[in-house]
């Protein structure tokens, strides 16, 4: 019979409906009998396309033995990290207190009271290789529960205090650096973990970390560092190079487990696709090496067939399983290339793609250009081989998909699909792009409220902190594709919740709005992870609303928080890098140009000078059919028109504004 887990829109936690563990989703429900009952929680969180979440739900949690043990001692919880960010973020800092380490799955023990006195990741159901094993860890846990509750208990506590001071202020700490210092230390510290052979940055395994590369173009363009914008090419490219791109399908997978970016653990997901497309559009508008504008149509081709679902929203990621092995989806081999496109063919893609009867990963290849020297040249006429190898991939067997949408991350694909739209002038990718943004208004926005969770047409959780900020951000981001300034308001409304039901009084913000849940500690994150954090989301925000609008309040606001993010520096501050990309124009000082048009066309002057890269320039454009609309979004542009039906051109810095000139 299936367990509660039947009754969730959730793909992750449906998938464990059949386990003989008498699941919870998490909620009043376990939480009340756990008290009730004086049972510890079982608390195992994971997500849909991680593969040791497959390897554990196989292991032990479809096991008798250790459903047993489960449903008889403790309350078992199931939590969809991607739902459920906010919960994942508490418990994550509790494992990486106690290990030095986190990740996916983990498996945490709780007091009735929710307080972590035991956190891991991955288990295998029994001891093996000196690693202890789930079902031995739930036996003692089990036995010693009423004779060593008080021990747990204050283990539990102890533990929760730790984490409640941790996001306090450090009497002990440095004084703050200035961002020039913060800035040049981040470009520094990625500098000397540089893999100059290979590209990216450390040993394995790699991450492609996007918003690092991102400070780093903006940072090479702004300084002239000529060192820091060969690190993020370099980087791009042998990315591109490796398995971890899908040569045949398009995207990215999260990463790569070796230090060449050949062999990845095969998920891929919604926020590293849009990312890394936004990553090659822009390092695309210096130079416009024609790699980097393929490499992100390509990417962002593969979200809109993969990823996007019916009502218009894009799915959060597909699974690295399928028919129950890792990666087997992508493999290939010869005699399977060779089938699909004759010998002849076959043998010469083959070679190109280093697709070989050995194989490069367990008897089978990845698909990958690290050892052809012409990788830049793939001959003509092999993108038909590979729509027909993906062709034959696809009706071989099936992938799965996870279903949710998930608001930040959809609003880190509008930033993409809008800035690739621009950038490129693509207007498939602009009509794309005003889909997703009436999707999102439409599904996600309730008043000024949003949710988190959209699935199988139901809207859920409370929208957390980069929800609104990667939201808002995106919408900007439209604003530059086509100058339609209800972008910018709706942008400000957004902000205007974060000000309002995010603040601390420190200048941050918290990760969930002061009516959401009640946990065992409000989660506020400063340091960025996979993603940029909310707290530098909302950096980027505050700063690109000062540049648009020059209302006083959006500068305030963003200098209070980049004091605050430049207070976490600490040692690392290329841990940071999307923080300290929201203070480079504290560093290199911005510029405002407002184009007052006579009407709607936009001149080919002022359409050259939007598509540079300049990370220093913000554009407005004023015509008559929208000064209204601008004028609510910027009120200092009400006073500004053309002359004599001239386009008229004011140039601003720090909120002053020199006198109009008609040429650019």
């Known amino acids: 019979m299936p367990n509660r887990l039947s009754r969730e829109t959730s793909p992750y936690l449906r998938s464990h409906a059949e386990n003989p563990v008498d699941w919870y989703p998490w909620g009043e429900e376990a939480l009340s009998r756990a008290v009730r009952e004086d049972k510890p929680i079982f608390l195992s969180i994971g997500y849909s396309t991680c593969h040791w ?14 459903a047993e043990v489960l449903n008889r001692a403790f309350i078992p919880v199931k939590v969809d990290r991607e739902e459920r960010s906010d919960l994942d973020s508490v418990y994550m800092r509790a494992c990486v207190a106690m290990n030095g380490s986190g990740g996916w799955p983990m498996t945490l023990l ?19 290789n000196r690693q202890l094993g789930l079902l031995p860890l739930l036996r003692q846990v089990s036995a010693r529960w009423e004779s060593e509750r008080a021990g747990f208990v204050k283990a539990a506590d102890d533990l929760t205090d730790f984490l409640r001071r941790a996001d306090g202020p450090n009497p002990d700490a440095p004084d703050v650096p ?3 210092t913060g800035v040049r230390a981040a470009a520094a510290q990625l500098a000397a973990s540089f893999d100059e052979e290979y590209g990216g940055f450390g040993t394995a395994p790699k991450f492609p970390s996007p918003h690092n590369l ?73 130079g416009h090496l024609a790699l980097y504008r393929t490499v992100a149509e390509r ?33 290939l081999t010869a005699d399977e290339v060779a089938a699909v496109l004759g010998e002849s063919e076959g043998k010469h893609f083959c070679e190109c793609y280093d697709i070989t009867p050995e194989g490069n990963f367990h008897g089978k290849s990845i698909p990958n250009l690290l050892l052809n020297n012409r990788w830049q040249f793939v001959p003509e006429g092999y993108g038909v081989h590979r729509e027909k190898l993906r062709h034959f ?55 000024d409220r949003l949710a988190a969770v959209y699935c199988e047409g139901q809207r859920s959780q409370a929208g957390r902190l980069d929800d609104y900020a990667f939201y808002a951000l995106g919408l900007l981001e439209l604003y ?44 506020k994150e400063l ?21 648009l609008t020059a209302e006083p309040r959006w500068r305030d606001a963003g200098d209070g928080l980049k004091e605050r993010l430049r207070a976490v520096l600490g040692d690392y501050p290329a841990g940071s890098c999307a923080g300290l990309t929201a203070m480079l124009c504290d560093v290199f000082p911005g510029r405002e140009l407002v184009a007052a048009l006579p009407d709607g066309a936009i001149p080919a002057a002022l359409a050259r000078v939007c598509g540079r890269y300049a990370p220093e320039l913000t554009v407005l454009v004023k015509t008559p059919s929208n000064a209204a609309a601008l004028g609510d979004a910027a009120p200092f542009t009400k006073s500004f028109q053309p002359k004599d039906g001239q386009v008229c051109y004011y140039i601003c810095t720090g909120g002053a504004c020199q006198l109009p000139v008609t040429e650019i």
């Open 480 to 523: 530059r594709a086509d100058f339609d300034p209800t972008h910018i308001t709706l942008a400000k409304r957004l902000a205007e919740q974060i000000l309002a039901r995010f603040a601390d009084s420190d200048g941050s913000f918290f990760m969930t709005p002061v009516d959401g849940e009640a946990l065992i500690l409000r989660p």
């Open 110 to 128: 709780l007091t009735p009271e929710r307080k972590p006195f035991f956190a891991a990741t991955y288990l295998p159901k029994d001891n093996r």
């Open 527 to 547: 340091r960025d992870g996979a993603l940029p954090c909310g707290n530098s989301a909302a950096a980027l925000l505050l700063e690109q609303l000062w540049r």
């Open 299 to 331: 990417t962002l081709d593969y979200c809109l067939r993969e990823l996007k679902i019916e009502d218009g929203g894009f799915a959060s990621g597909q699974d690295a399983d399928a028919g129950g092995e890792e990666g087997a989806y992508y493999l």
């Open 214 to 286: 991102l400070f780093l173009l903006r940072y090479a363009k702004l300084a002239g560092d000529k060192a820091a914008r060969h690190q993020a090419d370099r980087t791009l490219q042998q990315m591109y190079r490796g398995g971890i791109f899908d040569h045949l399908g398009g995207g990215f997978a999260r990463y790569s487990t070796d230090r060449e970016w050949l062999a990845p653990h095969f998920e891929k997901t919604l926020y590293d696709n849009a990312l890394l497309a936004l990553c090659y559009a822009e390092a695309w508008q210096d």
């Open 53 to 66: 979440c497959h390897v554990m739900a196989e292991e032990s949690f479809s096991d008798g033995e250790v």
């Open 178 to 180: 200035d961002a020039g």
């Open 393 to 447: 991939r696809q009706q071989r067997m099936a992938l799965a998909r996870d279903d949710k949408v998930l608001t930040g991350w959809n609003g880190l694909l509008l930033c993409a699909l809008a800035r690739a739209a621009w950038v490129f002038g693509d207007a498939r990718l602009l009509d794309e792009a005003h889909e997703l943004a009436d999707f999102m208004a439409e599904k996600l926005l309730d008043g």
